[in-house]
């Protein structure tokens, strides 16, 4: 016979509402209390139906996850964010959605209203670039829908995960200039994220440190895809001086990167140097292996559901939390001959 939440209620001596805010791991439990139930349903084998979690309150229990693919559907970068966020419900007991909300659609708030009509979740976390889209956060503060933002560029009173990626990308460009190398080329990622304002940033204070003025022919648009990281390399390729090394946004571009390099006839790195951002697995499987910025994405996903569930959870306001970056230096740039 099933054991049902009351049988642990009765074999904990507490009332079914406790067992329920034990099983939502609410605040609100003594630690003696919470032991006691969870050894009752340890010795039972209870296995909570989804229907008696809401015992202590109309919620779902559900967490979305959102983002705007359209321009790189197979990113690396995603999959990473969603292990992580799915990693923290877990932990706590809760179900993840994952939907794509195309920003450049005209009925972007009806398909919005609905996702929450539908599936009621009890707060969403929003990846760039949809983490500072006002049409967006205007609408979940209207619906009272509670949200985590990962990268956002607006930090006042949000809260999520952020890395200094200015930073990040200023000691990937100061590795470069420590190789010797002045003609450094730059391929910027998508215009709207707050990822390429800062990579381009982070780019254009160490060449300036370095005393080197900006070449506009050395800054070249992409779209964080292997296939625009292609385009731009060809644009620097034709070049009457072309660069000798290329820092490329993310792993992605720089593949592409590396790709014409070969098209070409250029052997990274002795012919080029080439460096990416993120960390991807990519970058460790690629041949010579990239050198970029690690960008812990999946530990990002994680800390921004855990900020999230502490709000949903009671257990404090949440907060913006900023996780460190490392350089990882492998074969694909080199000093100049």
């Known amino acids: 016979m ?47 139906h989804p229907s008696a979690r809401s015992l202590a309150g109309n919620r779902s229990f559900l967490v979305a996850m959102l983002y705007d693919n359209n321009d790189n559907p197979a990113s690396t970068y995603l999959a990473e964010i969603q292990d992580g966020v799915l990693e923290a419900c877990d932990e706590h007991r809760y179900s993840m959605m994952v939907r794509p909300l195309r920003m450049r659609g005209d009925d972007f708030i009806r398909r919005l209203d609905a996702l929450i009509s539908d599936h009621h979740p009890d707060g969403v976390v929003l ?39 200015q ?14 190398h002045r003609r450094i080329a730059h391929v910027i990622g998508i215009a709207d994220h707050g990822a390429s304002r800062w990579r381009l940033a982070g780019y254009r204070e160490a060449m300036a440190a370095a005393g080197l003025p900006e ?34 946004a993310n792993d992605d571009m720089a593949t ?24 991807t697995p990519l970058a460790r499987q690629l041949w010579p292996a990239l050198t970029t910025i690690q960008q812990p994405s999946r530990e990002m ?9 502490n709000l949903l ?12 970056f490392s350089l990882q230096i492998r074969d694909s740039t080199a000093r100049i001959p």
């Open 215 to 248: 070449d506009p022919e050395l800054v070249v648009q992409g779209a964080f895809t292997f296939g625009s990281g292609v385009a731009a390399a060809r644009e620097l390729f034709a070049l009457k001086q072309r660069p000798t090394a290329v820092f490329a």
């Open 2 to 48: 099933r054991v049902r939440l009351e049988d642990v209620a009765r074999a904990a001596s507490v009332s079914p509402k406790t067992v329920s805010r034990v099983l939502n791991d609410e605040a609100n439990v003594s630690d003696a209390t919470r032991k006691r139930v969870l050894a009752a349903m340890e010795a039972m084998d209870y296995r909570p």
């Open 301 to 309: 996903g994680r800390i921004a559901a855990t900020q999230l569930l």
């Open 167 to 180: 930073a990040a990308a200023r000691a990937i460009v100061e590795h470069l200039l420590a190789l010797g």
């Open 127 to 165: 990846t760039p670039p949809i983490t500072d889209y006002a049409p967006l956060l205007k609408r979940l503060r209207e619906r009272n829908v509670p949200y985590a933002s990962v990268s956002p560029m607006q930090r006042n009173g949000v809260i999520g995960v952020t890395m200094d990626e």
């Open 256 to 279: 592409g990167v590396m790709w014409a390099a070969g098209e070409y006839g250029l052997k990274v790195p002795h012919d080029l140097s080439v460096c990416g951002f993120d960390d």
């Open 313 to 324: 959870r009671g257990r404090g306001p949440g907060q913006l939390v900023q996780v460190p």
